[in-house]
């Protein structure tokens, strides 16, 4: 690590955004649609993970063509649910200003597919604070594998080393630690120890300010 933090890579759900509602209401429907088991444990066992990974877990279906056909469906129901109930999630608006305000670089940089991400993005005015936007659907592994993020930090023109990275997943915060960078985690009421690796561990973004991340490092 370094003395000097120059890009925030932040996450989306979880952290600027709780979509997670609109997420189960997607797989719920796309369940029911094609008359395969789900349940609420489910979900919650694989959020965050990618659709290639989840629908071989949820399902056993293995075949290539099969799994995206499901995950594309899957997708258009989230965007359509999403649409009409992004809302930012505490302190995050504030601080994506304070730190653009403060000269840091910012990227997005999210498991989601990168239609979902323009979704959110255009709903909540994103643009004007990231320099860039990186779907995980474009690296060849997903978190904790760091490459979402090392694809962020090449995108923004910033060592890893110069990075941190605000997450709210357990896998997101060891891909940031495996990918060289900081990391901000994002616990909500959850007191997980995988969070607590974290360089800071907060409730919400309102606990987080420009001159907190500069003081980390």
Same mark, same amino acid.
């Given at each position: ?15 600027? !955004?709780?979509? %997670?509602?609109?997420? #189960? &209401?997607?797989?719920?429907? /796309?369940?029911?649609? $094609?008359?395969? =088991? ?81 979704? !959110?993005?255009? %709903?909540?005015?994103? #643009? &004007?604070?990231?320099?860039? /936007?990186?779907?995980? $659907?474009?690296? =060849? ?77």
């Amino acid at each position: 690590m370094t003395d000097t933090i120059r890009a925030i890579i932040w996450d989306l759900d979880g952290v600027i !955004i709780d979509s %997670a509602e609109e997420h #189960k &209401r997607s797989w719920y429907r /796309l369940a029911a649609e $094609e008359g395969l =088991p789900f349940s609420d444990q489910q979900f919650y066992d694989t959020f965050g993970m990618r659709n290639d990974a989840i629908i071989p877990i949820l399902w056993n279906i293995t075949d290539k063509a099969r799994v995206q056909e499901l995950a594309d469906k899957k997708e258009a129901y989230f965007r359509e649910f999403v649409r009409d109930t992004a809302a930012p999630l505490p302190g995050a608006i504030e601080l994506l200003a304070g730190l653009k305000a403060g000269g840091y670089k910012q990227a997005l940089a999210s498991s989601t597919p990168i239609k979902n991400i323009e979704v !959110i993005s255009e %709903a909540l005015g994103l #643009k &004007r604070y990231l320099s860039a /936007l990186v779907s995980g $659907e474009t690296v =060849p592994h997903g978190k904790p594998a760091p490459d979402v993020f090392l694809k962020a930090a090449a995108e923004l023109g910033i060592e890893p080393a110069h990075c941190l990275v605000i997450e709210d997943a357990v896998a997101g915060v060891e891909a940031a630690h495996r990918g060289g960078m900081y990391c901000i985690a994002v616990a909500g009421e959850r007191d997980l120890p995988g969070l607590k690796a974290a360089e800071l561990m907060v409730k919400d973004l309102t606990q987080v300010s420009p001159e907190i991340i500069r003081d980390l490092a």
